[in-house]
């Protein structure tokens, strides 16, 4: 390593030309060795050694600088005077075991070099022979591997070809059921208009009566099984739909796997026919490297025949989807037919409940208003003895008053003075009592005004009630819409037995 400041390097590394001075400018000099190495005096004596000792004194001083120094090494350095050659440095750079060391160093690595260079010879020569050998048994094994590639998908196709013929024959069966069932469900519309009416009437039912009753229940529910009629219905439909769009699927992904097989086929043909003299074959950079495989030979039969036995699993599913279309109009009708007599008579018994908490009501109002006239005729009583107690106040407090200017030792606490003190308590207690009295009869006249402004709101929310329930709900649902008969394609005598026995929940 080439210290900071030495100028060895100049002198015997790297020659440059001889400056016009031979000795360096006196900047220079300061520079090279300011804050790198201690100030020594030179000594002025002409005697000087031959020998210079400026080496070992550095050495001395900084021994990482010298490492094969004697110093560096445990030796006792040399006490001479310091002394400052011609030479541009002040101490050498190696010494001679490195010399040898090195040269010794760069003769193994030849020899290494040339043994390694002649061994690689024989092996390559090695190598190139068996890779032509293995390169063309890979070839030979790629090429039947192709033919064996083509024949098996020429089987493949066969199969994909009779199984579209049949696909494309229960598509056009299955779409003629699903027309049946958008009619039927375009029929249950009546009956869920009339009971989002009747709920909708009902919020506009007042005050408490906005109550989650069973009418409300039981017209939430006829919703919910009119909704869960049409959903099956819908589902159905979508079934019906989603088998459809199954069948299309597919017959649509036989025929695409139908045309993948034959673009493979020509390509995996003209494949197993190139050869090393054949037209057309070049380099193509990096393409080894490109995966873009999706499949192996075991999933690529099994996605053929999967294909198959999806076509055959979808034809198998539209006869019995067909039969369960036809059980669930019947079951639909059947549920909200039920859930409509049960509303009705939900009705029928809240318009009785209603009415009769009207009744209820009109008797309490009457009580309560006989108990304020009562109550008010007893706050002007209490008024008239708060008014007569101050006149007995003012008495005995003007007697205490006119006593206090008796003179000298006549101002004596005797009995008629304690019963004055006495009787001015007794009087201002019974005042404050009167009082207390007469708030809690205004504060009860106040929440008997207030109980009748309850039962009268209450009375009008009731006769509301009861106009929205017996009057707008029970109007429109006097007969079972027949559009939903319509589903089940007509009405049998079972329809009208039913329709006579409901008639005896509906009001007239």
């Given at each position: 390593m080439?210290?900071?400041?030495?100028?060895?390097?100049?002198?015997?590394?790297?020659?440059?030309?001889?400056?016009?001075?031979?000795?360096?400018?006196?900047?220079?000099?300061?520079?090279?060795?300011?804050?790198?190495?201690?100030?020594?005096?030179?000594?002025?004596?002409?005697?000087?050694?031959?020998?210079?000792?400026?080496?070992?004194?550095?050495?001395?001083?900084?021994?990482?600088?010298?490492?094969?120094?004697?110093?560096?090494?445990?030796?006792?350095?040399?006490?001479?005077?310091?002394?400052?050659?011609?030479?541009?440095?002040?101490?050498?750079?190696?010494?001679?075991?490195?010399?040898?060391?090195?040269?010794?160093?760069?003769?193994?690595?030849?020899?290494?070099?040339?043994?390694?260079?002649?061994r690689l010879r024989v092996d390559t020569s090695r190598m190139i022979q068996d890779k032509d050998?293995?390169?063309?048994?890979?070839?030979?094994?790629?090429?039947?591997?192709?033919?064996?590639?083509?024949?098996?998908?020429?089987?493949?196709?066969?199969?994909?070809?009779?199984?579209?013929?049949?696909?494309?024959g229960e598509t056009n069966a299955l779409s003629d059921m699903k027309k049946r069932l958008e009619r039927a469900i375009l029929e249950t519309e009546g009956q869920l208009q009339v009971a989002q009416e009747c709920l909708l009437h009902r919020e506009k039912r007042m005050g408490i009566d906005l109550v989650h009753d069973d009418v409300e229940k039981q017209l939430m529910?006829?919703?919910?099984?009119?909704?869960?009629?049409?959903?099956?219905?819908?589902?159905?439909?979508?079934?019906?739909?989603?088998?459809?769009?199954?069948?299309?699927?597919?017959?649509?992904?036989?025929?695409?796997?139908l045309s993948d097989k034959q673009a493979a086929q020509r390509i995996d043909d003209k494949c197993h026919h190139l050869r090393n003299t054949s037209d057309g074959i070049s380099f193509y950079r990096g393409v080894e490297r490109v995966d873009a495989t999706i499949s192996v030979p075991e999933s690529w039969a099994k996605f053929t025949d999967d294909n198959i036995m999806r076509s055959q699993s979808e034809r198998a599913a539209s006869g019995k989807l067909r039969d369960?279309?036809?059980?669930?109009?019947?079951?639909?009708?059947?549920?909200?037919?039920?859930?409509?007599?049960?509303?009705?008579?939900?009705?029928?018994?809240?318009?009785?409940?209603?009415?009769?908490?009207?009744?209820?009501?009109?008797?309490?109002?009457?009580?309560?208003?006989?108990?304020?006239?009562?109550?008010?005729?007893?706050?002007?009583?209490?008024?008239?003895?708060?008014?007569?107690?101050?006149?007995?106040l003012k008495v005995a407090q003007t007697r205490l008053d006119e006593r206090l200017r008796r003179p000298n030792i006549e101002l004596c606490r005797d009995s008629a003075q304690l019963r004055l003190v006495n009787e001015v308590y007794e009087i201002d207690d019974t005042i404050q009592d009167l009082q207390q009295r007469l708030r809690d009869a205004e504060d009860t006249l106040q929440a008997l005004v207030h109980t009748k402004a309850n039962l009268e709101h209450d009375l009008a929310v009731?006769?509301?009630?009861?106009?929205?329930?017996?009057?707008?709900?029970?109007?429109?649902?006097?007969?079972?819409?027949?559009?939903?008969?319509?589903?089940?394609?007509?009405?049998?005598?079972?329809?009208?037995?039913?329709?006579?026995?409901?008639s005896q929940y509906i009001p007239s």
């Open positions: 080439e210290l900071v400041g030495s100028t060895l390097t100049a002198t015997y590394a790297h020659p440059r030309p001889t400056p016009s001075n031979f000795l360096p400018a006196i900047s220079t000099m300061a520079s090279s060795y300011k804050n790198r190495f201690p100030h020594y005096a030179l000594t002025h004596s002409l005697s000087l050694p031959w020998r210079p000792s400026a080496y070992y004194k550095v050495a001395a001083i900084t021994p990482t600088l010298a490492p094969f120094s004697k110093s560096s090494q445990g030796l006792t350095p040399c006490n001479m005077l310091p002394y400052v050659s011609n030479r541009t440095a002040l101490f050498t750079r190696y010494t001679p075991e490195d010399w040898y060391r090195a040269n010794l160093t760069n003769f193994k690595e030849s020899e290494a070099s040339r043994h390694n260079a002649e050998q293995q390169i063309r048994k890979t070839q030979t094994e790629s090429t039947r591997n192709l033919g064996e590639r083509v024949n098996d998908i020429i089987f493949w196709k066969s199969e994909l070809n009779h199984e579209i013929d049949g696909m494309i529910t006829e919703v919910d099984v009119i909704l869960s009629c049409q959903e099956r219905m819908r589902r159905y439909l979508g079934k019906t739909a989603a088998q459809l769009a199954a069948n299309r699927a597919a017959q649509h992904e036989l025929e695409k796997d369960d279309i036809e059980t669930l109009l019947v079951t639909t009708a059947n549920e909200m037919w039920n859930q409509f007599n049960k509303v009705n008579v939900a009705f029928t018994n809240r318009i009785s409940e209603t009415a009769d908490a009207k009744n209820k009501i009109q008797a309490h109002l009457a009580k309560t208003l006989q108990e304020i006239f009562e109550t008010e005729m007893t706050i002007e009583a209490l008024r008239k003895a708060i008014k007569d107690k101050g006149c007995s009731k006769a509301n009630t009861l106009f929205i329930d017996q009057e707008k709900c029970m109007g429109m649902r006097k007969t079972f819409p027949n559009t939903l008969r319509l589903v089940r394609g007509k009405i049998s005598m079972n329809d009208v037995t039913s329709n006579k026995e409901t």
